[in-house]
């Protein structure tokens, strides 16, 4: 079993690292962020995510799993280190690579002893070199240390179930010595692993999450195409499932994709491919009809409400996805400060993301609008005269369409994750619209 270090407790450092330890790994997780580490230690997982707080406990108990704010210590021991900090999105769209270079020479000053650097964070092409170079400019010993790739396909809502279930576990190396070191951690997980250059390692990453984004992307586009000529984009969706090479997931249609992965990704590899003289068009299509699509329901509101003003919308989901407490790129938060500035009463609620919500948004007077936090959906309903649905938690799918018609002052629903049966809405007296499916009076 080798000893590990891990930089960075976000998603991919703290899942990854817990997963380690579950395996039989000792794992040390490095953060900077002294009241994180607190909780940690006791426990306590920062992020809301299945299965991981009963697995950092189990492994805490067994002297596997450690968490420090003491980095010299952490990667003097460890014979691997994995880097998972974040690289969020500059301005412009690159990748900002600060946190990567911070631990790189964090790590260069701290080695006694040879050491193999894996990034598990998603970088640009070319960065594991760089890291390399950086980490050998800075060592202190005179220590054998290298640069690995193995970028993380973790979803998050899901993410310790993803890393001990991978479809496949990428390693990018350049090196036998890497590569086996790599062979030797992910043994355990008895998974498919792909063996690749460090550069391919780092391309497979976004030409995957890419492709997962034009996928949503092309099915947004299809089905906006649907309404207009009278088709139905999950009857479309069920008739492409079949053929083997689309496959039958990532096939939703709805208010476009969040998080922070396809955002970010789409953006930085398009800006890669930029700085290089080359324009990724089908790239720059997945970027652009996923803009339109987050606010393709306020259009449609608008154009049929005219005006927002002195009316109580509801807005029933926060999080970019289900499952999650994440907002980043979240199509709520795109609606929001536009009913707001449209002279709307924004009611919301959300199951999980509320707490870190509250953290953007305070309660009250917002723009031209107001907004009131929710501790329940019946409480978002009453009265109101319009509601969004942003994301598809089971709890909001739940709701019966007899309870919107009971509860709002106008049954007016504009629900972006096709959550419920447009003959039911209709049957239930409700005027209701979703993304690409077709109207109740057409269907059979
Ligand atoms: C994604 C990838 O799935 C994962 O492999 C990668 O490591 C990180 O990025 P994540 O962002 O957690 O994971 O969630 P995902 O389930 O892929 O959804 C991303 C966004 O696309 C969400 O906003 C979701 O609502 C949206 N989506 C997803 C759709 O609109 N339609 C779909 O069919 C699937």
């Given amino acids: 079993m080798t000893k590990i270090a891990v930089a960075g407790t976000g998603y991919v450092g703290l899942v990854a690292a817990v997963c380690f330890a579950h395996v039989g790994h000792t794992v040390t997780c490095v953060d900077i962020d002294e009241e994180k580490i607190k909780l940690m230690q006791q426990g306590k997982s920062p992020i809301y995510e299945d299965g991981l707080e009963e ?87 005179d220590v054998k240390v290298e640069v690995a790739s193995n970028p993380e396909f ?89 053929d083997e090479r689309i496959g ?16 970010k990704d789409t953006k930085a590899l398009f800006y890669l491919a930029k700085q290089h003289g080359y324009e990724l068009k089908t790239v720059k299509a997945a970027i652009e009809v996923n803009s339109d699509q987050k606010t393709i329901l306020f259009k449609k509101a608008k154009n049929r409400l005219i005006t927002f003003e002195g009316l109580k919308v509801a807005v029933l989901g926060l999080t970019f996805k289900a499952g999650t407490d994440d907002l980043r790129e979240a199509p709520a938060l795109e609606n929001i400060p536009l009913l707001l500035e449209n002279g709307a009463d924004v009611y919301v609620y959300d199951p999980v993301g509320l707490e870190n919500f509250k953290k953007i948004y305070k309660e009250g007077r917002q723009k031209n609008g107001s907004l009131t936090f929710c501790a329940d959906y019946k409480e978002a309903l009453k009265s109101a005269n319009v509601c969004f649905v942003f994301t598809e938690w089971q709890e909001i799918k739940n709701i019966k369409p007899g309870e919107y018609k009971a509860l709002m002052r106008t049954p007016l629903v504009y629900d972006g994750r096709n959550l419920y049966p447009v003959k039911a809405m209709k049957e239930a007296g409700i005027e209701y619209y979703s993304v690409g499916r077709m109207p109740a009076e057409r269907l059979l």
Avoid at 248 to 261: D, E, M, P, Q
């Fill in 55 to 141: 697995l950092m406990q189990e492994n805490l108990k067994k002297d596997r799993l450690f968490f420090t704010t003491d980095y010299k210590k952490a990667y003097s021991e460890a014979d691997v280190i994995f880097i998972g900090v974040g690289t969020p999105e500059m301005p412009d769209g690159s990748a900002n690579l600060n946190y990567i270079a911070k631990v790189a020479r964090q790590i260069a000053e701290s080695i006694v002893k040879d050491c193999l650097v894996v990034v598990k964070s998603t970088v640009p092409v070319g960065t594991n070199d760089k890291v390399e170079q950086f980490i050998k400019d800075f060592l202190i010993n």
């Fill in 154 to 242: 973790l979803a998050q809502g899901s993410a310790v179930h993803d890393t001990l279930h991978a479809a496949r576990i990428v390693i990018g190396t350049n090196s036998k010595w890497a590569e086996e070191k790599l062979l030797e951690i992910y043994k355990p997980f008895n998974l498919p692993i792909v063996s690749v250059s460090r550069r391919s390692a780092e391309m497979i990453k976004y030409a995957s999450n890419d492709f997962l984004a034009l996928k949503i992307s092309y099915m947004n586009d299809i089905a906006n195409l649907c309404e207009l000529v009278g088709a139905d984009i999950e009857e479309v969706a069920l008739g492409m499932s079949y």
């Fill in 248 to 263: 039958k997931r990532h096939l939703n249609a709805g208010v476009g994709f969040g998080g922070s992965c396809f955002p």
